[in-house]
T-cell receptor, first 110, second 113 residues
Framework: GESVGLHLPTLSVQEGDNSIINCAYS??????FIWYKQESGKGPQFIID?????DKRQGQRVTVLLNKTVKHLSLQIAATQPGDSAVYFC?????????FGKGTRLHILP | DVKVTQSSRYLVKRTGEKVFLECVQD?????MFWYRQDPGLGLRLIYF???????EKGDIPEGYSVSREKKERFSLILESASTNQTSMYLC????????????FGPGTRLTVL
């Protein structure tokens, strides 16, 4: 498989449990945030986004929470499945650019 | 659905060769980007383009050039490939604003021997 994410923090979750992946951002002026999923050997795939005028947004099995006070973003995946195994990374708009975090590897335990 | 395609999934080249990586998007997006992705370093922006025939340097442009002759196509060129350019190369496109959501291609794993 691909070597992307060799040195990434890893979150191990039992299949069926909920996963929570966290991300800290640096710029209090950032007003748009995105979560991406990258499976082994593939390009990043858009999952969900949120604007700073919201603190929560839900998709299918995923929820993004935004805490602007502490500049923290989280992605919650409900009822984690083997197909959720991937690297997840957040992105923020900063200085008129999209800046990507380094990611967290989600490992699903059988 | 946005579709971003890259010409090759895997590529092996020799040191000193000229390498072309092609990217095509079919959603009439204005903006296109080239990144490389390496373990522990995340996504690093090489070059981007906000319009046809327009290009801007990203964070690590050295050793690369780009070409955008048509709106849908953005090419990354390695004039003389070196072993430290072995990496995963990702192309992305976005609609209009510089901070619009970027959609990625599948990536090209380039190995330079």
């Amino acid at each position: 498989g691909e070597s992307v994410g060799l040195h990434l923090p890893t979150l191990s979750v039992q299949e069926g449990d909920n996963s929570i992946i966290n991300c800290a951002y640096s710029n209090s002026a950032s007003d748009y945030f995105i979560w991406y999923k990258q499976e082994s050997g593939k390009g990043p795939q858009f999952i969900i986004d949120i604007r700073s005028n919201m603190d929560k947004r839900q998709g299918q099995r995923v929820t993004v929470l935004l805490n602007k006070t502490v500049k923290h973003l989280s992605l919650q995946i409900a009822a984690t499945q083997p197909g959720d195994s991937a690297v997840y990374f957040c992105a923020e708009n900063r200085d008129d650019k999209i800046i990507f975090g380094k990611g967290t590897r989600l490992h699903i335990l059988p | 659905d946005v579709k971003v395609t890259q010409s090759s999934r895997y590529l092996v080249k020799r040191t000193g060769e000229k390498v072309f990586l092609e990217c095509v998007q079919d959603m009439d997006h204005e903006n296109m980007f080239w990144y490389r992705q390496d373990p522990g370093l995340g996504l690093r922006l090489i070059y981007f383009s906000y319009d046809v025939k327009m290009k801007e340097k990203g964070d690590i442009p050295e050793g690369y050039s780009v070409s955008r002759e048509k709106k849908e196509r953005f090419s990354l060129i390695l004039e003389s490939a070196s072993t430290n350019q072995t990496s995963m190369y990702l192309c992305a496109s976005s609609f209009l604003e510089s901070t619009d959501t970027q959609y990625f291609g599948p990536g090209t794993r380039l190995t330079v021997l």
